[in-house]
Every structure is written in C-alpha cells, then in structure tokens.
C-alpha cells in the first residue's frame, strides 16, 4: 500500500495563476481532508469529504475548491492564488468515523508558493 | 470555538529521560483527541487516539491520558531516544463527529545522545 500520496510536491505559482492538488488514497478510506500548515498558525482544516461525491468547508475554505469524483481521489483547486496561499498542504483519509476509524492518515504535503 | 494549546513550543533533553507533553483544550465536549508525531519536511504520523470515553492509550514506550473535565490531555514517553526527535501535535475532536480536527501548533522536541 502506497497510503496517501500527494501530486505534485513542489510548485510555484505567479498570483491569479490556478492549480490543483491531487491526493491518492488506496485504503479503501471514506473520509478524505485538506489542511494547510503555516508557521505559527499550525494545521487548519480547508475542506473534507465523507464520501464519494460529497464536499463540505472546513475552517479556512475561502480562496479553495474541492471535488471528490473518486473514492480514492481528493482534489483541491485554486482558482486564483493569492500569496496568502503560500503553506504547505497536506492531505489526509481515514476509514471513517467511530472507533478506531477515526485515525487520520497523512501524505506528505506539497510545498506552494505564490509570488 | 474550541482552541488547543501545547506548552511548551519546544524541548531540549538529554537521552533516556522520561517526557511528559502537556496538551490542553477549552471545550470538554470533544469526540476523541489524537496524538500526532511530524518529523522535519514530512508529513503528520497517528501515534494514539483516545475516545472521549477512555482514559489513557498506549503503544509501546508511550502513554497518553485524556482528563476532559479539566481539558487537558498528557503524552508520556518513556526512555526517550534521540530518534524521538520531532514536533509532537495535539489535535481534538467535537461532539458529533472526528471529521473537524482543531490541532495545537505543536511542541518540537529535541532528544540529544
């Protein structure tokens, strides 16, 4: 098993430009989230989804778009960056929630920069 | 709104100390609380999660409790390990649902040999 994997790992970006982050999963996982992570501010959640086909805002959605087409697939779009979103985001799944579920499985971030 | 804090930011200990990491929460009413480890450049690992029912956790050298009438919860390693470098994050759950994780900003340890 891969885990969690994360698509691309660095990018930079010249404001207004778009782009999408595209998180794998291959555990058969029904909850799927993005964060970001800056410094100072610690890990804050942008959006998440609890199944396929459904989106829901998590606490900093603005400025992000997300898709869940694929169980396995989680995609966070911007549309049009800003440099307040340069951080380092991170994806994560977990099989879902009660129990044990409930732990959350990490990919490796993906470094953004928007000049 | 719930808010989580670790005190302190960071630590400094010379091999084989035993650690307590102090992580505290304003809201009682949390679904579970999770113990995370990051290591430089990477991304977050789960070591314990506590449900809101249970009092402690373990796996191998570490412990964590949970005490949510005071809101605090402790991470407990034991023995520690130069490889036991990293941030450590505290994250809880509300009621209703683990899908909203509020997480500290972490506590970086630092175990020297």
């Known amino acids: 098993n891969a885990g969690v994997t994360q698509t691309p790992k660095f990018r930079v970006l010249k404001t207004g430009q778009s782009m999408t982050l595209l998180c794998a999963q291959d555990m058969n996982h029904e909850y799927m989230y993005w964060y970001r992570q800056d410094p100072g501010m610690g890990l804050r959640l942008i959006h998440y989804s609890v199944g396929e086909g459904t989106t829901a805002k998590g606490e900093v959605p603005d400025g992000y778009n997300v898709s869940r087409l694929k169980k396995q697939n989680f995609l966070l779009g911007l549309e049009s960056a800003a440099p307040s979103q340069t951080s380092v985001y991170f994806c994560?799944?977990?099989?879902?929630?009660?129990?044990?579920?409930?732990?959350?499985?990490f990919g490796p971030g993906t470094r953004l920069t928007v000049l | 709104k719930q808010e989580v804090t670790q005190i302190p930011a960071a630590l400094s200990v010379p091999e084989g100390e035993n650690l307590v990491l102090n992580c505290s929460f304003t809201?009682?009413?949390?679904?579970?609380l999770q113990w995370f480890r990051q290591d430089p450049g990477k991304g977050l690992t789960s070591l314990l999660l506590?449900?809101?029912?249970?009092r402690e956790q373990t796996s191998g050298r570490l412990n964590a409790s949970l005490d949510k009438s005071s809101g605090r919860s402790t991470l407990y390693i034991a023995a520690s390990q130069p490889g036991d470098s990293a941030t450590y994050l505290c994250?809880?759950?509300?009621?209703?649902?683990?899908?909203?994780?509020?997480f500290g900003k972490g506590m970086k340890l630092t175990v020297n040999p």
């Open positions: 994560a799944s977990s099989l879902r929630s009660g129990g044990g579920a409930d732990t959350q499985y």
């Open positions: 809201d009682s009413a949390i679904y579970n």
């Open positions: 994250a809880v759950a509300a009621q209703g649902g683990s899908e909203k994780l509020v």
């Open positions: 506590i449900q809101s029912s249970q």
